[in-house]
């Protein structure tokens, strides 16, 4: 029953703002690592952003720009993404593993996350 709820998506012009929210439910394990991920149609599904233990991480087309943070419980992850461009319009992805499935390395590596929400489609306008 481990479930994770992504929202927050929507439809944005070009330089504005979205924060999106991802909320773990069922037993969540207090997970090691969080993250968001994103897949746009015809493309390999992209690590955006993880939060662990060793701090936060970001693909470098996004470092700046989006801010990967989580509540005190660890069950619930949030992305602020600013500044936004057309290039980021993708379908996101909130991700979730727990500490045996946690290296602390590749963290952008899908197969290291083992529970996965359903998405939240950003769509950038110019």
């Known amino acids: 029953q481990t479930q994770l709820v992504e929202s927050g998506g929507g439809s944005v012009q070009a330089g504005g703002s979205l924060r999106l929210s991802c909320v773990g439910s069922?037993?969540?394990?207090?997970?090691?690592?969080m993250a968001w991920f994103r897949q746009a149609p015809g493309k390999e599904r992209e690590g955006v952003a993880a939060?662990?233990?060793?701090?936060?991480h970001y693909a470098d087309s996004v470092k700046g720009r989006f801010t990967i943070s989580r509540d005190g419980a660890e069950n619930t992850v949030y992305l602020q993404m600013n500044t936004l461009k057309p290039e980021d319009t993708a379908m996101y992805l909130c991700?979730?593993?727990?500490?045996?499935?946690?290296?602390?390395?590749?963290?952008?590596?899908?197969?290291?996350?083992?529970?996965w929400g359903q998405g939240t489609q950003v769509t950038v306008s110019s």
């Open positions: 069922g037993y969540t394990y207090s997970w090691a690592r």
């Open positions: 939060i662990d233990s060793g701090g936060t």
């Open positions: 991700a979730a593993a727990p500490s045996w499935m946690v290296s602390g390395v590749r963290w952008y590596a899908p197969e290291k996350y083992n529970f």
